[in-house]
């Protein structure tokens, strides 16, 4: 029986049950494989068009928050059909790098953040995170992209991104809410690792439509340049969080201690 004030788990009154290292490292393995597997099953694409447009909307609002935090102001966010995004943003000239760079970085960096919930030992710590989420995005909504009339897309997917992450928040078990956590973090890290290669790709062909494009624009060098620092950085993000992780979960095994024993003669 639960009360308003006690909660019931494995016979356990008013304890949560925790997290143990050993699930925590499974449930990220087992996520980072399907993630991985995803991307070379014929029509997943279709099935992970939603978070495609959450990583998108999440890249651009790096750009978003960064140029606030650089003392700058946000005109517009905006995300297309077709996943691609654009922020009208004014930034300081001496602080423009720090917008440029927040998208594709800060994709990663949100990426290796939801990493790190799985070493949590709070057991609703998943809910909690998804919870947070579907908060940020609502209120990066209605703060930078609620034009309902010139841009009602944007807006449909802020508000379903939002809408469903707050759904999951309350009626997933918190097993199964550690584990979407933990590959939302698998694929926001592979997808803003992919990202990068495609504007490798983009900067090699002469795009002048990309963040790099702008950066060497602004700051010099060339943007093929700019991109491998933004993949470097990137690599670095995910595989800090990843060790991370592996230490701070692999931490929890037990040593097998030797049995006592004694000599005689």
């Known amino acids: 029986m639960t009360g308003n004030n006690f909660n019931v788990i494995d016979g356990a009154v008013g304890k949560k ?102 070493r949590l030992k709070h057991g609703n710590a998943g809910r909690l995170a998804l919870g947070f989420a579907a908060i940020s995005i609502l209120v990066i909504t209605f703060a930078w992209a609620f034009r309902p009339f010139t841009d009602p897309f944007t807006l449909v997917v802020g508000l379903g991104l939002s809408g469903s992450l707050l759904l999951l928040a309350k009626f997933l078990k918190p097993q199964f809410a550690q584990f979407f956590v933990a590959f939302l973090a698998a694929f926001c890290s592979l997808n803003a690792l992919g990202d990068l290669h495609i504007l490798l790709t983009l900067t090699q062909m002469g795009s002048a439509h990309n963040d790099a494009a702008n950066m060497a624009k602004f700051y ?24 991370s992780f592996l230490k701070a979960t692999g931490a929890g095994r037990t040593k097998s201690t030797p049995k006592p024993f004694s000599l005689s003669r």
């Open 220 to 243: 010099g060098g060339t943007p093929f340049l700019w991109a491998l620092m933004w993949a470097m950085g990137a690599i670095v993000i995910t595989g800090l969080s990843l060790h």
């Open 17 to 118: 049950q925790a997290v143990s290292p050993a699930s925590a490292r499974k449930r990220l393995l087992l996520a980072l494989v399907l993630a991985v597997s995803l991307q070379f099953i014929p029509f997943a694409n279709i099935l992970l068009y939603p978070l495609r447009l959450f990583v998108t909307f999440v890249h651009e609002s790096g750009h978003a928050l960064a140029a606030i935090a650089s003392g700058g102001m946000v005109q517009s966010l905006a995300v297309m059909p077709n996943g691609e995004g654009v922020t009208m943003a004014a930034t300081p000239p001496f602080l423009s790098w720090l917008t440029f760079s927040s998208g594709y970085l800060g994709a990663a960096l949100f990426g290796a953040l939801l990493m790190q919930v799985g």
